[in-house]
Nanobody, 121 residues
Protein backbone atom coordinates (compact mmCIF):
# COMPACT_ATOMS: atom_id res chain seq x y z
CA UNK A 1 0.00 0.00 0.00
CA UNK A 2 0.90 3.65 -0.33
CA UNK A 3 -0.14 6.61 1.77
CA UNK A 4 -1.02 9.70 -0.26
CA UNK A 5 -0.79 13.35 0.80
CA UNK A 6 -1.90 16.12 -1.54
CA UNK A 7 -0.72 19.71 -1.39
CA UNK A 8 -0.70 22.85 -3.49
CA UNK A 9 -4.33 23.85 -3.43
CA UNK A 10 -5.46 27.39 -2.81
CA UNK A 11 -7.45 30.39 -3.97
CA UNK A 12 -6.62 31.75 -7.42
CA UNK A 13 -8.24 33.90 -10.06
CA UNK A 14 -9.62 32.69 -13.36
CA UNK A 15 -6.81 32.30 -15.87
CA UNK A 16 -4.18 31.57 -13.24
CA UNK A 17 -2.14 28.43 -12.87
CA UNK A 18 -1.64 26.07 -9.95
CA UNK A 19 0.37 22.91 -9.44
CA UNK A 20 -0.86 20.19 -7.16
CA UNK A 21 1.46 17.59 -5.71
CA UNK A 22 0.74 14.19 -4.26
CA UNK A 23 3.48 12.66 -2.17
CA UNK A 24 3.35 8.92 -1.65
CA UNK A 25 4.98 6.84 1.02
CA UNK A 26 6.33 3.38 0.44
CA UNK A 27 8.94 1.82 -1.77
CA UNK A 28 6.52 0.48 -4.39
CA UNK A 29 5.21 3.81 -5.68
CA UNK A 30 6.67 3.20 -9.14
CA UNK A 31 4.36 0.19 -9.59
CA UNK A 32 1.19 2.19 -9.08
CA UNK A 33 -0.99 3.83 -11.66
CA UNK A 34 -1.98 7.25 -10.38
CA UNK A 35 -4.99 9.44 -10.90
CA UNK A 36 -6.42 12.79 -9.99
CA UNK A 37 -10.09 13.23 -9.25
CA UNK A 38 -12.13 16.18 -8.05
CA UNK A 39 -15.38 16.81 -6.27
CA UNK A 40 -17.16 20.12 -6.57
CA UNK A 41 -19.70 21.25 -3.97
CA UNK A 42 -22.94 19.37 -4.41
CA UNK A 43 -21.56 17.15 -7.16
CA UNK A 44 -20.20 13.65 -7.43
CA UNK A 45 -16.50 12.98 -7.61
CA UNK A 46 -15.24 12.97 -11.18
CA UNK A 47 -12.14 11.78 -12.97
CA UNK A 48 -9.61 14.42 -14.00
CA UNK A 49 -6.43 12.72 -15.21
CA UNK A 50 -4.43 9.51 -15.00
CA UNK A 51 -0.86 8.40 -15.54
CA UNK A 52 0.37 4.87 -15.92
CA UNK A 53 2.99 3.50 -13.52
CA UNK A 54 5.89 4.15 -15.92
CA UNK A 55 4.76 7.65 -16.83
CA UNK A 56 4.64 6.72 -20.51
CA UNK A 57 0.90 7.16 -20.93
CA UNK A 58 -1.61 9.69 -19.70
CA UNK A 59 -5.21 10.56 -20.36
CA UNK A 60 -7.57 13.32 -19.34
CA UNK A 61 -11.17 14.24 -18.89
CA UNK A 62 -12.43 16.29 -21.81
CA UNK A 63 -13.12 19.21 -19.48
CA UNK A 64 -9.43 19.64 -18.66
CA UNK A 65 -7.72 18.39 -21.79
CA UNK A 66 -5.24 20.95 -23.08
CA UNK A 67 -5.20 22.86 -19.79
CA UNK A 68 -4.07 20.28 -17.21
CA UNK A 69 -0.99 18.06 -17.29
CA UNK A 70 -0.37 15.07 -15.08
CA UNK A 71 3.20 13.91 -14.49
CA UNK A 72 5.15 11.86 -12.02
CA UNK A 73 8.62 11.58 -10.58
CA UNK A 74 9.10 8.02 -9.37
CA UNK A 75 12.42 8.93 -7.78
CA UNK A 76 10.57 11.40 -5.56
CA UNK A 77 7.45 9.27 -5.07
CA UNK A 78 5.37 12.18 -6.28
CA UNK A 79 2.69 12.80 -8.87
CA UNK A 80 1.79 16.28 -10.06
CA UNK A 81 -1.14 18.01 -11.65
CA UNK A 82 -0.23 21.22 -13.45
CA UNK A 83 -3.38 23.26 -13.94
CA UNK A 84 -3.32 26.18 -16.37
CA UNK A 85 -6.00 28.56 -17.56
CA UNK A 86 -8.10 27.79 -14.52
CA UNK A 87 -11.82 28.42 -14.67
CA UNK A 88 -14.35 28.92 -11.88
CA UNK A 89 -15.83 25.53 -12.79
CA UNK A 90 -12.52 23.93 -11.78
CA UNK A 91 -13.32 24.80 -8.17
CA UNK A 92 -13.33 21.55 -6.21
CA UNK A 93 -11.51 19.39 -3.74
CA UNK A 94 -8.86 17.52 -5.68
CA UNK A 95 -7.94 13.98 -4.70
CA UNK A 96 -4.97 11.87 -5.58
CA UNK A 97 -5.54 8.15 -6.04
CA UNK A 98 -3.40 5.07 -6.54
CA UNK A 99 -3.98 1.54 -7.72
CA UNK A 100 -2.24 -1.41 -9.31
CA UNK A 101 -3.21 -2.12 -12.90
CA UNK A 102 -6.07 0.40 -12.85
CA UNK A 103 -4.92 2.83 -15.52
CA UNK A 104 -7.86 2.14 -17.82
CA UNK A 105 -10.43 0.93 -15.30
CA UNK A 106 -10.05 3.81 -12.83
CA UNK A 107 -10.74 1.37 -10.00
CA UNK A 108 -8.36 3.08 -7.63
CA UNK A 109 -8.35 1.77 -4.10
CA UNK A 110 -6.11 4.20 -2.26
CA UNK A 111 -6.93 7.85 -1.80
CA UNK A 112 -5.48 10.97 -0.29
CA UNK A 113 -7.34 13.39 1.92
CA UNK A 114 -7.75 16.02 -0.79
CA UNK A 115 -6.66 19.58 -1.36
CA UNK A 116 -9.08 22.41 -2.07
CA UNK A 117 -8.85 24.56 -5.17
CA UNK A 118 -10.99 27.66 -5.47
CA UNK A 119 -11.03 29.69 -8.67
CA UNK A 120 -12.65 33.10 -8.48
CA UNK A 121 -14.08 34.86 -11.52
Amino acid sequence: QVQLVESGGGLVQAGDSLRLSCAASGRTFSRYDMGWFRQAPGKEREFVAAIIWSGSNTYYADSVKGRFTISRDNAKNTVYLQMNSLKPEDTAVYYCAAGLGVYLSSKYDQWGQGTRVTVSS
